[in-house]
């Protein structure tokens, strides 16, 4: 089979909330030019599916520009269908609603094939590709090797697909950072994948797989459970999810505003506990035994919010909706009127007048963000107000920056300047007007630091992590797993997850010899452990270095993983009956260290958005590697010919 060339290979990455793809090879790797919501809607035919909610158009639009002159009307316009009373049923593509939306993917898994493989044909159809282009899918850890044949069939049978292959995404991940061995979390939308890849072998023994109630959802109603008697919605706590007022401080930063007193409950060091009592390593854990527990929380130091500070948030759809529009804009004028006098008048002082200092995020005590208000914005559609209409509501409504600059900027007679001058936009209230998303400004408190106190969502994961790294049979590889930790995915978006994420392993599963914990010994170090002769007097003896400077044999004990004196007879000279695989200096069960893995530098269009699609910064290197560079010798990906002689069943003897 000749080489494929890079403009024609396809990467497809689907996920439970975005699926990304891309058409060709770029020759420096960019992240994923295609990216398309995780969902399709049924449409009016049985089995047929649409991208985009299609709604019937209540009032009736003003004809396009080039309609009017006779020439044919834009691709997005809005599409007429005649009925048998000469009347026209105007429809329309609504990009925004997510009403009645089909999702197939949840927590990893498809659910619904029927629309996944619709959603598939929608991805395949929008990058418009050549006959007969290779096809690399990444495949989610969930699917079982049944759904791997499904999918195989599907893509050789639709698309005609000349090559396909699938990839586990924990693995291209690997290839994306580099590194052969390495302990890959995945937080995505209902879930977290841990697995641990050794050797660009991901085992699946020990394998956390869809890990739920952890992902960027559970960050979300952590938030909303917050933040719901202030009147919040999922939506309002979801675009705050995705602000960068929203963060997660790690353990023992204290809230703005609380004394310095911490936000959560300390998190327990197993080891450390069952020796001193403390609930971590270290001095500073060993000098806080015997504190209050920290909140917030039942009986800690940090009580509940102030009632004074639950003041809500004001519903500007149902006002709008009640008829009492007018009011809401002459009170939000009234409001602005009366700041520009008080300017005025000089009721400020010098010292609030001046430019404030500008304080970290983790300092103030509230922050506001810019809300994107989808329900105010269907309410109004739903109200006939006609296009000159809508968009004189929608200019009088947003509160975005480009409105509150046309209130500021002025000519040079002091008359305000129109939209077009100021911002280079319509003019508010003609027909072309900007219809988009009306924006709310929305002030929260302390709220915005909690999104991952109320439902533990990092100590599940870092209990997943353990156990995964736990669960691997060579044991002089779990101190190299600790020592390569890699968090992806579009869930761990969030200000300060993976800091706290680490901070926490840190807390519970780190072990310091420096630490007051069982491990420590207080003899000496030039000073061996007596042996167990009945002596009295400590007896010089050989440890698995020799000389004099020993380890504890305490030490050695616990972090070897059987014990080796129970073991048959080895060829160790220094310690008879001690078997040699079992020696080495790393610690076992419990890491020394926790480190991230740097991510590469050599992907310059990668590092302002960020590493958390890196398992399609990897799957880019895998096609580069099997389909143009290796041309299938290594059986990265299955053939046509190989299909039509094994069937589906044959994609197990193909992959990396």
């Known amino acids: 089979m000749p080489p494929f060339k890079d403009e024609q290979i396809i990467i497809i990455a689907p996920g439970s909330e975005t699926t990304v793809a891309q058409l060709g090879l770029p020759e420096s790797f960019t992240p994923a030019r295609l990216r398309v919501r995780s969902r399709m809607f049924p449409a009016d035919a049985k089995g047929q599916w649409e991208p985009y909610k299609v709604r019937r158009r209540q009032d009736q639009p003003d004809k396009p520009a080039e309609a009017q002159n006779g020439a044919p009307a834009a691709d997005d316009a809005p599409k007429t269908i005649a009925n048998g009373d000469d009347d026209e049923v105007v429809y329309e593509e609504d990009r925004v609603s997510e009403e009645g939306a089909v999702w197939p993917i949840q927590e990893g898994r498809i659910v619904d094939w029927p629309c996944f493989f619709a959603l ?57 950072y580099g590194v052969h061995t390495a302990t890959v979390v995945d937080v995505g939308k209902d879930k977290v994948d841990v697995t641990a890849i050794s050797e660009f072998i991901p085992h699946t023994q020990g394998r956390v797989v869809s890990l739920a109630g952890c992902g960027g959802e559970a960050l979300t109603q952590g938030l909303l459970t917050k933040l719901k008697t202030k009147g919040f919605t999922r939506d309002m706590c979801e675009q705050l999810k995705k602000n960068p007022i929203c963060e997660i401080l790690p353990v023992g930063i204290p809230l703005p505003g609380s004394d310095g007193l911490p936000e959560a409950d300390p998190v327990t060091n197993p080891a450390a506990a069952a020796s001193t009592g403390a609930t971590g390593s270290g001095a500073a854990a060993a000098a806080a035994i015997g504190n209050v527990p920290r909140g917030p929380g039942a009986d800690t130091e940090v009580g509940e919010e102030a009632a004074e500070d639950a003041e809500g948030v004001l519903d500007v759809a149902s006002i709008v909706a009640g008829g009492k529009m007018n009011e809401y804009l002459a009170k939000k004028e009234k409001e602005k009127q009366d700041k520009v006098i008080t300017k005025k008048k000089g009721v400020e002082t010098s010292a609030t007048a001046a430019r404030p200092i500008r304080l970290p995020n983790a300092r103030r005590e509230k922050a506001t963000f810019l809300y994107e208000d989808h329900v105010l914005l269907d309410t109004l559609k739903n109200m006939n107000l006609g296009t000159k209409g809508m968009a004189d509501a929608h200019a009088a409504l947003d509160e975005g920056p480009q409105r509150r600059g046309q209130d500021a900027e002025n000519s040079a007679d002091g008359e305000p300047r129109s939209a077009v001058e100021a911002n280079g936009v319509h003019e508010p209230g003609s027909a072309t007007a900007r219809t988009g998303h009306i924006r709310r400004e929305i002030e929260v408190g302390h709220e915005r630091f909690q999104a991952a106190t109320s439902n533990n969502v990092l100590e599940k994961i870092a209990d997943a992590v353990h156990r995964t790294i736990s669960s691997m049979d060579e044991v002089k590889k779990r101190s190299e797993l600790w020592d390569a930790l890699i968090v992806c995915g579009n869930g761990s978006k969030v200000r300060g997850f993976k800091d706290a994420l680490v901070a926490i392993l840190q807390t519970k599963y780190l072990i310091s010899p420096s630490s007051a914990t069982m491990f420590t010994s207080e003899i000496p170090s030039n000073i061996s452990t007596p042996l167990g002769t009945g002596a009295n007097t400590p007896q010089p003896q050989l440890g698995p270095h020799g000389g004099a400077s020993q380890v504890n044999p305490l030490l050695l004990a616990a972090t070897t993983s059987q014990n080796p004196l129970l073991g048959p007879p080895g060829n160790n000279p220094m310690i008879p009956g001690m078997p040699t695989h079992n020696m080495h200096s790393s610690h076992g069960q419990t890491p020394t260290s926790i480190k991230f893995v740097k991510p590469p530098e050599y992907f310059p269009e990668w590092k302002d958005v960020g590493f958390d699609e890196s398992a399609f910064l990897g799957a880019q290197v895998a096609a580069k590697v099997i389909f143009v560079v290796d041309q299938g010798q290594s059986k990265g990906y299955m053939t046509r010919p190989d299909y039509n002689e094994q069937g589906p069943m044959g994609i197990h003897d193909y992959g990396l």
């Open 120 to 176: 598939i044909e929608h991805v395949y159809n929008a990058m418009n590709p050549p006959f007969h282009a290779p096809i690399l899918l990444i495949a989610q850890p969930a699917w079982t090797p049944k759904e791997h044949e499904k999918l195989t069939q599907f893509f050789f049978e639709k698309f005609k697909t000349p090559a396909f292959g699938l990839m586990d995404a924990a693995l291209a991940t690997s290839w994306a």
